[in-house]
């Protein structure tokens, strides 16, 4: 979406998208002393998942049947999609917000990706700042623009037509998305 200052309507979207992040935040910020509900993608039996507070990665894992047969773990994208992902170190964290503070994430939904060895993390980049490109408010060159250039690398990375510094062009934007967006959703996205 193109900021349209004229118009007016981007000063509400972006209002509303912080709103959303911090709504989504506070839902698991409630984990600490109430089930909250999780879909989970990825596993054995994806599924809505009712997470109990102290519940770990591995647990809610385990709760939808472990990942398929056959397959690796690679991670696990907690909150997709903002939240952050995950590696088997991490597998003994307590899921809640305390686990994304720490990291200076947001939550994005109360979903859980679960990641395999089948899983092309380039190709997963790209569909994932596709989508959230259509999500951010325009209002901050920081994420607008960041985002589309992470989309636009990692589509060349699966094209094979990136260069070497392309790729640390994605280190500097997602720092610059970290330092200098306007709000929490292309802070937190930086950040994962
Ligand atoms: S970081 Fe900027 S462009 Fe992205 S949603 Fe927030 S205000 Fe809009």
Wanted: charged letters at 25%; proline letters at 3%.
């Amino acid at each position: 979406m193109i900021f349209s200052k004229s118009k007016g309507y981007a000063i509400i979207k972006e209002e509303e998208v912080e709103k959303s992040v911090l709504a989504f935040d506070q839902t698991l910020a409630g984990l600490q002393s109430q089930p909250v509900t999780f879909h989970v993608e990825g596993a054995t039996n994806p599924g809505r998942y009712q997470v109990m507070p102290g519940t770990t990665l591995a647990q809610v894992m385990e709760m939808a049947g472990g990942i398929p047969e056959g397959r690796k773990l690679k991670g696990i994208h907690l909150c997709s999609p903002l939240g952050g992902i995950f590696g088997e170190g991490d597998l003994d964290q307590v899921i809640g917000i305390e686990l994304l503070e720490a990291h200076s994430l947001h939550a994005g939904d109360m979903r859980i990706d679960i990641l395999c060895d089948d899983t092309c993390m380039v190709d997963y980049l790209y569909r994932l700042s596709s989508t959230l490109l259509e999500e951010n408010c325009g209002r901050c060159s920081f994420c607008r623009e960041g985002l589309r250039q992470i989309a636009r690398i990692a589509e060349d990375i699966t094209r094979k037509k990136a260069s070497a510094d392309d790729l640390a062009l994605l280190q500097v934007l997602a720092e610059g998305m970290q330092e200098g967006s306007y709000c929490l959703f292309g802070r937190s996205l930086g950040a994962l």
